[in-house]
């Protein structure tokens, strides 16, 4: 038997009495469980003698019951009612189609008392409002996220078949003693629509700060994002002990340029994991597209985001000697430099212009390369053929051209020196060349 607790308060003319038959006698009301803004719900006995749950279609703001016949309040609401409940049929039978371990199960649908009423499973189990207020020590992080999974194959399940719960709440979601969930009250869930056909039923339940704000305005499409709304706000109650700010609230601040009132679990310190709460901050954003899209793509954060918050980062922390130690390594290099080139003259540390003593020494003990990058073994070898290749290409010149003043060259010659190249810093090797 369901672990909910049946209303207590004096029966009213709107409810089916206790004892009530339905559908000839196959079903017998034994009490009334609750009653929302659409439909009354009731624990009842089957011909079988076995429990089971009936919805009836009731949108007691423009409906009551008169000699047990359901009618309109008045004519003016005639049409609609006739609508409200086609559309509960209609989604009965598609619910009736349903097979999944966390969704509850219906076993029929019939039309009577100028009515709707569809005969459901009975769940054993408590919904999650009460493990919330009753038995907090149950809500670890383990539970949070192995329920958050088995609701979400539910949804996707649904959504596969084309359905949108849209009443998804912290009380229709029911959870045994081996914690196993169930989607339950599918009264209010209607075929998804494509884009570009915004067709609403009249049945939706809306319930403040589960209920993402398309939900209050008729002329916005509702999606799979907008289920994953109410589900991300049904984990945030559990998590926080609240529900979140009205989805309307948070819609005209951010319209308005002003800061969201909804404060991410993630900057929070909750005893959750980390991907439960940077998940449910993404299912629950504002605009409709920034939201997970699908089930699918919500269980793939759940895995690739890491359980464990990662750790901020280290600022960096400015080292108070920083310039004390710079100009010690600038004195000590200075000295360095000093002492290897003890031969330079005053004129030639200032600048920096080795003498060819210490040439020699540099030459010996660097690495020398020619401007395509080739190493020089023998310096004085190579700086020779370059001498010898110079005046062969100068005497070469000299015979090809004509110059006044025969026997006076006609070119300077070039400096040895002239020619190096400077040394490579990444390498500490030197480039020359004639």
Known sequence: MSQMVAIQDLPTADELQIGTQLLYGQYQIECQLQRGGFGITYVARDSLDRQVVIKECFPSEICQRTDGQVHA????????????????????????????????????????????????????GVDLITVQEEQPERLTPKFLEASLRQVLEAIRYTHCHGMLHRDISPDNILVDDADHLTLI??????????????AHSALIAVKD???????????????????????G???YHLITGSPPPHSQVRLSAVSAGADDPYV??????????????????????????????????????????PRERPAPPVAPVADPQL????????????????????????????????????????????????????????????????ERENRAKQKSERKATTIVGRGKPGYVRRSLFASLLSRRPSNDTVSVQA
Not at 186 to 196: D, I, L, N, Q
Not at 209 to 227: A, I, K, T
Not at 355 to 372: C, H, K, M, N, Y
């Open 264 to 305: 991410p679990l993630a900057s929070g310190d909750w005893s959750c994991d980390y991907n439960v709460l940077l998940t449910v901050d993404r299912a629950m954003a504002v605009l409709q597209e920034k939201r997970f899209q699908t089930s699918e793509e919500w269980l793939s954060g759940l895995d690739s985001t």
């Open 73 to 124: 309040v008045s004519a003016e609401f005639d049409e609609q009612l006739a609508s409200i409940k086609r559309q509960f049929v209609r989604e009965a039978h598609r619910m009736a189609k349903l097979r999944h371990a966390h969704i509850v199960a219906v076993h029929q649908v019939f039309e009577e008392n100028n009515s709707a009423y569809m005969a459901l499973e009975q769940v054993v």
């Open 323 to 386: 310039e004390t130690k710079i100009s010690q390594f600038v004195r000590q290099t200075n000295t360095q430099f000093d002492a290897f080139l003890p031969n330079l003259t005053r004129a030639d540390k200032k600048s920096r212009k080795p003498s060819p003593g210490v040439l020699a020494v540099e030459t010996q003990r660097r690495q020398w390369v020619d401007i395509f990058g080739n190493p020089i073994d023998d310096v004085s070898a190579w700086l020779n053929e370059q």
């Open 209 to 231: 700060g589960y209920s993402p704000h398309e939900f209050y305005l008729p002329d916005v499409m509702h999606d799979y994002s907008s289920d994953l709304y109410s589900l």
């Open 185 to 198: 009250d599918f009264g209010a869930a209607r075929e998804h629509t494509v884009p570009g056909n915004r």
């Open 233 to 235: 706000a049904t984990f």
